[in-house]
């Protein structure tokens, strides 16, 4: 007992001289691991190690301060339970080291539980210890951590193991600063890195449906930023709301899982986001249809999204519900409490604003996530605005050129009018005199077969040339309808009983379904008999071998009066290959045919306000939809 007591007193004794070599000793010990690695961990846990083993203190911990929330941290211990460091978080001020913190200075307590500063922590199990010193680590003039001493024995600090501690403190300050600065340095770094691959996907694209979702992809997959959900929202100038335009990611926590065990052997990011990146995150999600749902006008009142596009600038919401800025209703269908908005911005103008949040792993969203993120959407601004012009571009462009074909097409075809009025004028009484002299030729009792023969056929021909001497100036004169109030039931009655023979002969079924609720419209009747004529006669053609069903329809046409007619038939429909020009004047595909008989019904319809669509079901048959809008008298 009394050796070990003497020992014990020596060793005191020694420590209180902290004689000259023993500090030489310490101090380049503890400069050969402040040297030694990059990585400040490792650092830290030796060097509280060697304080521990030369100083004869039975506990040495450094607490750092995280640059986000401002608190001490324990960072490194020897001597208290291992389990407690980066758990242990206190306020700056906050127990005694905090206090050494706050003051910037040192503190040394013989007894440390009866200081009316003492906080006990748990987890740290220090309960043994008697005796703390404690030295803030300063950088310049601002505290950057603190690290302390503990002794189970009551110990009286001297002035040089104040002294001693401090010079140590001071001597770590300048490598935590390089430390934090270096790690500050790989982020940006692996920032920039992303966003140099994310802009080289970016520019494989002007697409602009594929560049947005490159660009949610990027910011919820890989490490840098991982959001849990992204979505992104573009004004309207015309309307000036926002537009809900895409939302990305997983609608419940296991299907989150999923999706992240997939995505996390990502190496190569432009390349996986470029390929079937996006074809695995496009999935139909509850999200991105909430999302595309959204439309809000841009107006102060209208919350937090309209607020960004109004101020231009970025807002990191931690309490949403308690926040007069959101809007409550939104918010519950959001379902997260905090979130982060940023406007995406291209050449000064705001072109929307994307939101960010980590609904499943509820991971803090920190001012420097928000700062990469404001980066990362001025660049993906540029790409959308470029995406947008090229798409203006594109649409002017065939703009321009349906223009101009039309402009080509119009001065054709009143070349040809005049060309036509002037022929029909010359041809047309020839024509009725060979008819005539024809029909009288075959009318002689004397004649014999052949002879009768040939003259049926003059007849014949000089019918198909009047034909389309009749549509060619049906065609070339301007169609200017001459409305009168009809009923559209009544007309189409008419003509199926008039050409009721024809369709017998084809060997064709009529099915009529003509709609009570169909009033009386204003058209030009015989044109809009012509336009009847027209389709009904193509439908026969279409089932001129098989014989088949023509079914007409007629309803009321939604969301405005006036009448739609449906005319179907079930001849086989129209081949893919010639769809575009059937429309065309003098496209035919018939041997007889002048191609003019659609077009003409075209330009009809046109002229009363109204459309004809196409249903064409390939190997079944086509359906003729006429929109007839109600219009006024002659407007
Ligand atoms: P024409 O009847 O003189 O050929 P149209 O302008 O009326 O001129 O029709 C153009 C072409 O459209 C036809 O030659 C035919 O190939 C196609 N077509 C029109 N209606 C139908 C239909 N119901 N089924 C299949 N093809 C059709």
């Known amino acids: 007992m009394r050796a070990v007591k003497s020992h014990g ?5 020694d420590i209180q001289k902290t004689r000259g070599e023993d500090w030489l000793e310490i101090l380049s010990e503890v400069s050969r691991i402040a040297n030694s690695t990059i990585e400040l961990e490792p650092r830290l846990n030796s060097i509280v190690e060697v304080i521990t083993r030369q100083t004869g203190a039975n506990a040495c911990s450094t607490l750092l301060i995280d640059e986000e929330s401002g608190d001490l941290i324990l960072r490194a211990t020897k001597g208290l339970n291992p389990m407690s460091v980066n758990r242990v978080r206190l306020k700056v001020g906050e127990g005694i080291t905090g206090w050494a913190a706050k003051e910037r200075k040192p503190i040394a307590l013989k007894n440390a539980s009866s200081d009316p500063r003492f906080v006990y922590f748990p987890e740290t199990e220090e309960e043994k210890f008697k005796s703390v010193l404690a030295v803030p680590i300063l950088d310049k003039n601002d505290c950057i951590g603190v690290i302390y001493t503990q002794s189970v024995s009551e110990r009286d600090y001297t002035e040089n193991d104040i002294k001693l501690l401090l010079t140590i403190a001071n ?24 966003l140099y691959e994310v802009s080289m996907a970016m520019q494989t694209t002007v697409n602009l449906d594929r560049l947005l979702r490159i660009i949610l992809s990027s910011i919820t997959v890989g490490n840098v930023f991982g959001f849990n959900r992204a979505a992104l929202f573009l004004t309207n100038e015309r309307t000036n709301t926002l537009q809900g335009m895409m939302g990305l990611g997983p609608d419940s926590g296991d299907e989150a899982r999923e999706i992240w065990s997939k995505i996390a052997e990502i190496t190569d990011l432009s390349r996986w986001l470029i390929s079937q990146g996006d074809v695995l995150l496009k999935r139909e999600s509850n999200f991105d249809g909430f999302i595309k749902s959204i439309r809000i006008p841009i107006n102060p009142e209208n919350g937090i999204l309209a607020l960004t596009v109004l101020e231009g600038k970025s807002f990191n919401i931690k309490d949403a519900r308690n926040d007069p800025r959101t809007n409550k209703e939104l ?7 905090s979130f982060v908005v940023v406007p995406i911005i291209a050449r000064d103008h705001v072109l ?12 803090p969203i920190t001012e420097e996530d928000v700062q990469s993120l404001v980066r990362f959407t001025s660049y993906a601004g540029l790409a959308i605005e470029n995406a947008k012009i090229v798409t203006k571009l594109r649409e ?36 009725v005199t060979i008819g005539g002299f ?25 019918e198909r040339l009047e034909k389309l001497l009749k549509d060619i100036l049906n065609y070339s004169r301007d169609i200017k309808p001459n409305f009168s109030e009809y009923d559209i039931n009544l007309l189409i009655e008419n003509l199926l009983s008039l050409y009721e023979r024809t369709f017998r002969d084809s060997g064709i079924e009529v099915k009529k379904e003509l709609s009570k609720e169909v009033s009386h419209i204003n058209i030009d009747q ?24 023509m079914s007409v329809k007629t309803e009321s046409l939604t969301g405005e009066e006036g009448v739609v007619i449906r005319i179907s038939d079930t001849g086989g429909g129209i081949p893919v290959e010639i769809l575009d020009n059937i429309f065309n004047p003098f496209f035919t595909t018939k041997k007889n045919g002048t191609g003019l008989g659609l077009s003409l019904s075209r330009k009809i319809v046109e002229s009363h306000g109204g459309t004809i669509e196409i249903d064409n079901r390939i190997g079944e048959g086509a359906t003729f939809i006429v929109n007839l809008p109600r219009r006024q008298k002659n407007q």
């Open 526 to 549: 015989p044109q809009i008999n012509q336009v009847l004529i027209n389709i009904f006669y193509n439908a026969v053609e279409s089932m001129i071998d098989n014989g088949g069903v």
């Open 352 to 363: 929307g604003v994307m939101t960010v949040d980590n609904i499943y792993t509820n991971k």
């Open 438 to 462: 024809a029909r009288r030729l075959y009318e002689k009792s004397e004649l014999n077969l052949e002879e009768k023969n040939y003259s049926h056929i003059i007849i014949k021909e000089v």
């Open 331 to 337: 918010l519950d269908k959001y379902g997260v409490n």
């Open 171 to 194: 001597q770590i300050s300048g490598i935590i600063k390089n430390a934090q600065l270096y790690d500050k340095a790989i982020q940006r770094l692996r920032e920039l890195s992303i």
């Open 396 to 431: 002017a462009n065939k703009e321009i050129l349906s223009t101009q074909k039309r402009l080509i097409q119009s001065e054709r075809l009143s070349a040809l009018g005049e060309l036509a009025a002037e022929l029909a004028h010359e041809i047309k009484n020839p024509l």
């Open 9 to 13: 007193r020596e060793r005191i004794a």
